[in-house]
């Protein structure tokens, strides 16, 4: 259920917890779904979805070479996710160029030196992260769902 989705992204926290202040999946995915095409907007929001059941793995050990079969699972689940809330399995390109875009305005606000072997994947954005509390992301995430999906909880 989109619920179960909601809250338990609105309780993981970006880069597995290593930052100053807690800063959720589901907001994340909230400023994704404003950032790439409207059209594209519901598969933005639910773009992490599989990480509700599955947690977040941080991106250097999923590219590790180790975790081909949780790279699986995850592109597995998500495509079941998407096809039941956005009706296809597909990612458009639009919401993997704003989760990057997101990933560089994250990482310029809650990491303010960033380690010198690492560049930002994309030009950050404007927006202003919240820090939203767990209960206010779950709300916030759920209520950006109704508006795309036009299915009220």
């Known amino acids: 259920k989109i619920q179960d989705i909601a809250n338990a992204l609105s309780k993981q926290c970006r880069f597995s917890g290593q930052i100053q202040e807690f800063y959720s999946v589901a907001e994340h ?12 907007a519901l598969f933005g929001l639910l773009h992490d979805a599989s990480e ?14 180790k ?4 790279i699986d699972a995850e592109k597995v689940l998500q495509e079941m996710i998407y096809t039941k809330y956005c009706n296809s399995p597909k990612e458009p390109e639009s919401v993997k160029k ?4 997101m990933l560089a305005t994250e990482a310029n606000q809650v990491y303010p030196s960033l380690r ?13 992260l919240n ?10 995430f759920i209520n950006r769902f109704a508006e795309l999906s036009g299915i009220t909880i």
Request: glycine share 2%.
């Open 67 to 70: 975790f081909q079969h949780y």
């Open 52 to 65: 509700a059941y599955l947690v977040d793995v941080p991106r250097p050990l999923k590219q590790s070479g």
């Open 98 to 101: 704003a989760d990057m875009i």
């Open 116 to 128: 010198s072997d690492w560049t930002l994947p994309a030009t950050p954005s404007i927006i202003k």
């Open 29 to 40: 995915s909230i400023y994704v779904s404003y950032l790439c095409n409207q059209e594209d």
């Open 131 to 140: 820090f939203l509390n767990h209960n206010k992301a779950r709300e916030a």
